[in-house]
């Protein structure tokens, strides 16, 4: 476990907020986490682990991607148990129709998060895993999206605008996610998004989430909360990026729906 002692006043704040948060979102002591090897996935990883929780991440991907490789060097070194689901070329056209289908919103964002979570859970039920967490919240809450560096300069309150757009959207798109994985049996969780937490998250000064314009790593408390607590350095302090990139699942979905655009 993680000597509290060592934390500064607002890391250890946002450190017992978030096992408060993980606690209350499932009475389930055996879980998968949805794992990219990012600072968000693996602070999770990391705490869930000191906690005593039954773990498995669960990484998918096309094969060589970005998420599957990193993904696989950052479980390692946190020493826990790792699964990896990887996308075929032939079948995917086929999953990414299905989803488009199932959630009829034509949202690029919303088809490929719901497209990725719909192979995490795949996995999950292979694995008999029913609950699966994710770190979804930190990068709303957290200045983690470049978006946010276009509004600093305009100040608080319009980064606080944009906040509130992205927490809102959030919350409404992983209703979408879960309505995807239920035909696995399987149910998302997201401990950041929890009321409690987005109102706790909302006091942290601004100045420790996003400096100015320039500031291309963003979400500063939560980098050292994760460096604090074990996580590796490659990873606290690695660069956003999204999942639908890293696991390329973008990529071939705008490939793929240039294709249905032929055909309808």
Not at 12 to 28: A, R
Not at 247 to 259: A, W
Request: charged content about 25%; proline content about 2%.
């Amino acid at each position: 476990m993680v000597d509290v002692v060592s934390l500064s006043g607002l890391e250890k704040e946002l450190y017992e907020n978030m096992i408060q948060s993980i606690e209350s979102v499932t009475e389930s002591k055996t879980m998968g986490i949805s794992f990219s090897g990012g600072v968000d996935s693996s602070l999770l990883a990391k705490i869930t682990k000191d906690l005593g929780y039954d773990v498995m991440l669960l990484t998918m991907g096309f094969e060589d991607s970005h998420d599957v490789e990193f993904s696989k060097i950052m479980a390692k070194t946190l020493g826990m148990r790792h699964e990896i689901e990887l996308i075929s070329e032939k079948t995917f056209s086929d999953v990414a129709r299905k989803i488009w289908d199932m959630i009829n919103v034509d949202n690029l964002s919303w088809n490929e998060n719901c497209i990725a979570f719909y192979y995490v859970a795949k996995l999950a039920k292979r694995k008999n895993i029913t609950v699966i967490m994710t770190a979804n919240g930190i990068d709303e809450l957290f200045c983690g999206y470049n978006s946010y560096r276009d509004f600093i300069p305009e100040g608080e309150e319009a980064v606080l605008g944009l906040m509130k757009e992205k927490l809102d959207n959030e919350i409404r798109m992983m209703k979408a996610v879960n309505q995807v994985t239920s035909e696995f049996g399987v149910q998302i969780v997201q401990p950041f998004l929890s009321e409690r937490f987005v109102e706790f998250a909302k006091t942290i000064p601004l100045e420790h989430k996003i400096t100015d314009k320039d500031d291309l790593a963003r979400k500063h408390i939560v980098r050292r909360l994760a460096l604090s607590v074990g996580v590796p350095e490659e990873s606290a302090l690695k660069q956003k990026k999204a999942m639908q990139y890293g696991s390329l699942i973008h990529k071939n979905f705008l490939k793929v729906k240039k294709t249905w655009n032929m055909i309808f």
